[in-house]
């Protein structure tokens, strides 16, 4: 069983900057497959960044060059680094765990319990 605890929500002005975290719990946290969605408003919960083993980092294309995700094993908490802020970037932000195999993510998704970001213009 996984338990993932997020923080880091605000609200913030339009260009500010924020950093989410997600602490999991669990032995095999730090090698699973790790992810931030978001889910606005009225609108369809979407992937925004992905750690997958063996494949590095990846972005939906509206946060490429102004989201960063990492991962600090030795903490078992995976971020989200956000930067450039905009009105559209407002949603709730989640974060999610699988287990991994190779490159490969299997099993029950993990999810947080999720953490607002509202950006003003």
């Known amino acids: 069983q996984v338990q993932l605890v997020e923080s880091g929500g605000a609200s913030v002005a339009a260009g500010g900057s924020l950093r989410l975290s997600c602490a999991g719990s669990g032995s095999y946290y730090a090698t699973g497959c790790m992810a931030w969605f978001r889910q606005a408003p009225g609108k369809k919960r979407e992937g925004v960044a992905f750690i997958t083993p063996g494949e590095g980092t990846r972005y939906t294309d509206s946060v490429k060059g102004r989201f960063t995700m990492s991962k600090d094993n030795t903490k078992n908490t995976h971020y989200l680094q956000m930067n450039g802020l905009k009105p559209e970037d407002t949603a709730m932000y989640y974060c999610?765990?699988?287990?991994?195999?190779?490159?490969?993510?299997?099993?029950?998704?993990?999810w947080g319990q999720g953490t607002q970001v509202t950006v003003s213009s």
């Open positions: 999610w765990w699988r287990h991994a195999s190779g490159s490969n993510c299997y099993g029950e998704p993990y």
